[in-house]
């Protein structure tokens, strides 16, 4: 009896205990990251609302993929759809689904830039600091999300001793980089009612 009651809670402890895990799936730490991806469309979404700012609502796109691919694990089910659909095969430590997951965010990537290059180009001095401030921690999720990911993959077959620091790396940087990104859109809308990232006056001085 006593036996048996300590391997369950044993168990149960073990299971608790992973579920923190950053690199566990469809852990606590996953779950968190959909909140702050959520939070993060929801800030972004009012500062643009706010301001009326269509060039930051350009933005929203981005994050609701960001969301629902993660959320729904879209990269997985559409890469694996389009290896089969172009006979991709394993090479280099990667498998065929791998393959057709870069090919399946290559296009998710040229076709969500469309509107960010139209903010981009048709926005104000304000609006393209957003921009670049933006830029920086999205580049670094995608290179934790997709460049990482990849050497995960290749790291599980050609070096399997360091699998596990490249999937706290990688899931780390995803982590890191989207707490980076709410940063940014907290920067915008908590400001005292006046906008974000000020200018600088001809003088030098930072704009109030």
């Known amino acids: 009896m006593s036996l048996s009651w300590g391997c369950t809670c044993g168990r149960i402890t073990t299971t608790t205990t992973t579920c923190i895990w950053c690199t566990r799936t469809e852990g606590h730490a996953e779950f968190f990251q959909y909140i702050k991806f959520l939070f993060l469309f929801v800030l972004t979404a009012y500062y643009a609302v706010e301001q009326r700012c269509w060039q930051v ?7 609701v993929f960001f969301l629902v691919t993660d959320m729904l694990r879209w990269h997985e089910m559409q890469g694996g759809r389009i290896a089969d659909a172009l006979g991709l095969e394993s090479a280099f430590g990667l498998r065929g689904q791998d393959f057709g997951e870069l090919v399946y965010l290559a296009v998710a990537g040229l076709v969500l830039g469309v509107p960010l290059v ?12 957003i921009y670049w401030a933006f830029l920086v921690p999205t580049a670094l999720l995608f290179f934790a999300g997709v460049v990482l990911d990849q050497l995960h993959m290749m790291a599980i077959t050609y070096v399997p001793r360091i699998r596990n620091y490249m ?12 707490s980076l990104l709410i940063a940014v859109a907290l920067r915008l809308t908590v400001s005292g009612g006046a906008p ?7 003088d030098g001085s930072r704009a109030p």
């Open 167 to 178: 999937a706290i790396a990688e899931d780390g940087g995803e982590m890191l980089a989207t």
């Open 118 to 129: 139209v903010g981009f180009f048709w926005g104000t001095r304000r609006t393209k600091w």
């Open 196 to 202: 974000g990232l000020p200018l600088r006056r001809p």
């Open 57 to 63: 609502a350009m933005w929203l796109f981005l994050f």
